[in-house]
């Protein structure tokens, strides 16, 4: 892992709005306070805390979805693709693989048909799915089989940065185990960095190599895996630590 930088998140605070019932001022929600860290270039760098603590806001600030208050999020790569926790958001369930697989090409206009579809097997092929699942849909495939082919899906135009929100936590314990491995080879592979967005802490031991901790919108602890697993700081990490036991 080297030292250049992908993403930075400098003193991000910001949230959402929601609309007046009386068409009044829209309300403002600040969800995130002075979020600071850098994912680095080749890493894995995990992110976790309770639900409702700003995990997905954050996630959305970066993908440009929201803008912060105040700070700023400097990408040093084209923005990320996202891999999602439920395949069916990245995936439309009325067309083949192929067709999921080809229409981000498509809408890239970069590539003839013949490029387009050569990219969609190579894709497939990482994903170690075999051929013959071009012609599925996605409703005829497993829940790890979809997840697959959301992560061909959000690496089909090349990133070099993934967010994955909770890619695994609808997944059994051995299929999980596969998409983890899987999600480590495409880093090799692809030179991908990610930052992996989970409330189980018993899978980012398995894959991440930093892990950041948030607690009501704040990085409460940050460190690599052995310095937080090991050796916690924080009440509010040694008491999810626990419950992850």
Same mark, same amino acid.
């Given at each position: 892992?080297?030292?250049?930088?992908?993403?930075? !998140?400098?003193?991000?605070?910001?949230?959402?709005?929601?609309?007046?019932?009386?068409?009044? =001022?829209?309300?403002?929600?600040?969800?995130? %306070?002075d979020?600071?860290?850098? !994912?680095?270039h080749?890493?894995?760098?995990?992110? #976790?805390?309770?639900?409702?603590?700003? =995990?997905?806001?954050?996630a959305?600030?970066?993908?440009?979805?929201?803008?912060?208050?105040?700070?700023?999020?400097?990408? %040093?790569?084209?923005?990320?693709?996202?891999?999602?926790?439920?395949?069916y958001?990245? &995936?439309?369930?009325?067309?083949?693989? /192929?067709?999921?697989?080809?229409?981000?090409?498509?809408?890239?206009g =970069?590539?003839?048909?013949? /490029?387009?579809?050569?990219?969609?097997?190579?894709?497939?092929?990482? #994903?170690e799915?075999?051929?013959?699942?071009?012609?599925?849909?996605?409703?005829? &495939?497993?829940?790890?089989?979809?997840?697959?082919?959301?992560?061909?899906?959000?690496?089909?135009?090349?990133?070099?940065? &993934?967010?994955?929100?909770e890619?695994?936590?609808?997944?059994?314990?051995?299929?999980?185990?596969?998409?983890?491995?899987l999600?480590?080879?495409?880093? /090799?592979?692809?030179?991908?960095?990610?930052?992996?967005?989970s409330?189980?802490?018993?899978?980012?031991?398995?894959?991440?190599?930093?892990?950041? #901790?948030?607690?009501?919108g704040?990085?409460?602890?940050?460190?690599?895996?052995?310095? !937080?697993?090991?050796h916690?700081?924080? /009440?509010?990490? =040694?008491?999810?630590?626990?419950?992850?036991?």
């Open positions: 892992m080297s030292r250049e930088p992908v993403l930075e !998140v400098r003193h991000v605070t910001g949230g959402y709005r929601t609309p007046s019932l009386f068409g009044g =001022k829209n309300s403002y929600h600040e969800v995130l %306070h979020v600071d860290f850098t !994912v680095y080749g890493e894995i760098l995990g992110l #976790v805390g309770e639900s409702g603590t700003g =995990k997905s806001t954050l959305r600030m970066i993908l440009g979805l929201l803008k912060p208050e105040q700070g700023e999020i400097i990408h %040093h790569t084209p923005r990320p693709q996202i891999i999602f926790q439920d395949p958001s990245a &995936l439309n369930p009325a067309y083949t693989v /192929e067709w999921n697989l080809e229409e981000p090409l498509r809408i890239y =970069k590539y003839d048909a013949a /490029e387009r579809k050569r990219r969609v097997r190579e894709m497939l092929e990482r #994903v799915l075999p051929e013959e699942y071009l012609t599925a849909r996605p409703d005829e &495939l497993s829940g790890g089989q979809r997840q697959r082919v959301s992560i061909a899906a959000a690496l089909i135009r090349r990133p070099r940065f &993934l967010i994955a929100d890619p695994v936590s609808a997944l059994d314990v051995t299929i999980q185990a596969q998409i983890l491995r999600m480590r080879n495409l880093r /090799e592979e692809l030179d991908l960095s990610y930052l992996f967005i409330h189980d802490l018993n899978v980012v031991y398995q894959l991440c190599d930093r892990v950041l #901790v948030m607690k009501a704040r990085i409460v602890e940050q460190g690599t895996i052995a310095q !937080v697993f090991d916690p700081q924080q /009440e509010y990490t =040694k008491k999810l630590l626990a419950a992850a036991e």
